[in-house]
């Protein structure tokens, strides 16, 4: 374990140490044992970061080791070989399961079909609804579509095998992406496609549970089937509002012939109920990236289908799980339901996640009101936040000390490169850039490919990537 490094954990084990900030220098300190189950909140009013324990998350994750311990009392036989074989280090898989995957499929199963005396004392709350939800709160990077994938094996090979168990498990899946993007990318969980992840992870012990499985009943859809049917303007007879039963049969076309359906929700964070009290404006959501109609109308549709159809149990998968609070000192409140986690820093930790770099070299931009680096949370900055939040040509300049960051960590790129290239790598260091809209995309695109970047390596179209 060399503390050179941020990688200190296995991403197939348990974690074992982990980097602690100290709060007088910021300065990392190794510390034995695995990270608490925590989020951090910066306050923008005082300028300071406050760590928020997951009391719930930590109390679970007691009783799940304990579980384990006691070797999973109260699971089906279908469920005990699917844990020993994705435990079992002798099965020829392409991919072993990291430590994160095993352990959010665990904490679902605890919750499940563990013995009443694991359980004790421990109430997951609500969102509001009629129908429960679970959140496996999973960095970015850390293989949550691999989890979807045990989910529904687990489900649905309980399912057919225990009929009776209606309210434990279902063989009718939907499940709902964020954007078309994705839905796309999610078709791998469907059993007959050719690149499914069923067999690329050797999720069945045998051919007879595989074979079994091709019985799941799977729907994957974009939010926005989830909203409800216009009217047509020019239409001159009226037939007013979409019935639940006719919605229900659009929306789950032959999954509608279901009840006691099962909900996987893929970047959960987009589906929450807005409080009563929430006060956030138009101006500011879009600001934050938040879109109000998506997250109610996602929750709206689903509370129809559980009207109707009945929702045994919805599975949300989040690296932000996160619900807008219209406050600026938090920003976003931690869905309550989230029940395991395995964050940003723990990912860093495992080496599941590329290791951040931010600039650090701004001396010369010291801010007249706190001394602090101006390139230090560029986006706060009145100039960037409102130039870079507006609907803009490629071809305009970037904020000049956008310009200056893109230098300075341009003048990083290169001594790593060149230390890459000193120790023998023959793939050069990426640098990436996240934006906040489209139009901020192409003007960066623009400034590396024919503008104004100071350095002629990263002038390089033909290595430029943007993905909108």
């Known amino acids: 374990m060399s503390q050179n490094s941020l990688i200190i954990s296995s991403p197939f084990e348990c974690p074992t140490h982990h980097w602690q900030r100290n709060p007088q220098n910021s300065q990392l300190v190794l510390q034995a044992g695995r990270r608490s189950a925590s989020y951090e909140i910066f306050d923008t009013r005082s300028n300071t970061l406050q760590t928020k324990e997951l009391d719930l998350v930590n109390r679970i994750r007691q009783r799940v080791n304990e579980w384990r311990e006691a070797d999973y009392p109260g699971v089906t036989a279908i469920t005990r070989q699917l844990l020993t074989h994705w435990y079992d280090k002798e099965t020829a898989r392409p991919y072993e399961f990291y430590f994160c995957q095993i352990e959010a499929i665990e904490t679902l199963i605890w919750y499940v079909e563990a013995t009443p005396e694991f359980k004790q004392g421990i109430a997951i709350p609500s969102d509001g609804g009629a129908w429960e939800r679970l959140c496996n709160k999973m960095a970015t990077g850390s293989g949550k579509t691999t989890v979807m994938s045990m989910i529904i094996t687990w489900q649905v090979l309980?399912?057919?095998?225990?009929?009776?168990?209606?309210?434990?498990?279902?063989?009718?899946?939907?499940?709902?992406?964020p954007g078309l993007t994705v839905k796309e990318r999610l078709q791998i969980l469907l059993p007959g496609h050719p690149q499914n992840y069923y067999d690329a992870f050797s999720l069945c012990p045998n051919e007879v549970l595989r074979h079994k499985l091709n019985q799941a009943e799977i729907l994957i859809?974009?939010?926005?089937?989830?909203?409800p049917q216009k009217e047509p303007e020019r239409s001159v007879v009226k037939k007013g509002a979409e019935s639940d039963e006719a919605y229900v049969r659009r929306v789950l076309g032959s999954l509608a012939n279901h009840k006691n359906i099962v909900i996987i929700n893929d970047e959960?964070?987009?589906?929450?109920?807005?409080?009563?009290?929430?006060?956030?404006?138009?101006?500011?959501?879009e600001e934050f990236g938040i879109d109000l109609d998506e997250a109610?109308?996602?929750?709206?549709?689903?509370?129809?289908?559980?009207?109707?159809?009945?929702?045994?149990?919805?599975?949300d998968l989040s690296a932000t799980p996160f619900a807008p609070t219209g406050k600026k000192t938090t920003e976003s409140a931690l869905f309550e339901w989230v029940i395991s986690d395995f964050g940003l820093y723990d990912a860093i930790e495992a080496g599941l996640v590329?290791?951040?770099?931010?600039?650090?070299?701004?001396?010369?931009?010291?801010?007249?009101?706190?001394l602090k680096p101006k390139l230090y949370h560029l986006y706060r900055e009145d100039e960037v936040r409102e130039d870079l939040n507006r609907k803009a040509e490629p071809h305009e300049a970037l904020p000049q000390i956008v310009q200056q960051a893109y230098t300075l960590l341009g003048a990083d790129w290169r001594e790593a490169m060149k230390a890459w290239e000193e120790a023998g790598m023959t793939s050069p260091p990426v640098m990436l850039t996240v934006c906040n809209r489209t139009e901020t995309a192409a003007r960066i695109e623009h400034y590396f490919n024919k503008g104004d970047a100071q350095w002629a390596e990263l002038k390089a179209p033909d290595k430029t990537l943007r993905v909108d």
């Open 158 to 177: 309980n399912a057919i095998t225990y009929p009776k168990r209606h309210k434990d498990f279902s063989k009718a899946i939907f499940i709902v992406a």
């Open 221 to 227: 859809e974009n939010w926005h089937s989830l909203m």
């Open 268 to 285: 959960a964070h987009h589906a929450y109920r807005k409080p009563a009290e929430v006060k956030i404006s138009k101006k500011d959501a």
């Open 296 to 315: 109610t109308r996602w929750v709206e549709g689903l509370d129809r289908i559980h009207k109707m159809r009945g929702i045994i149990r919805c599975f």
């Open 354 to 370: 590329k290791t951040p770099r931010i600039v650090v070299r701004d001396s010369a931009l010291p801010s007249t009101k706190d």
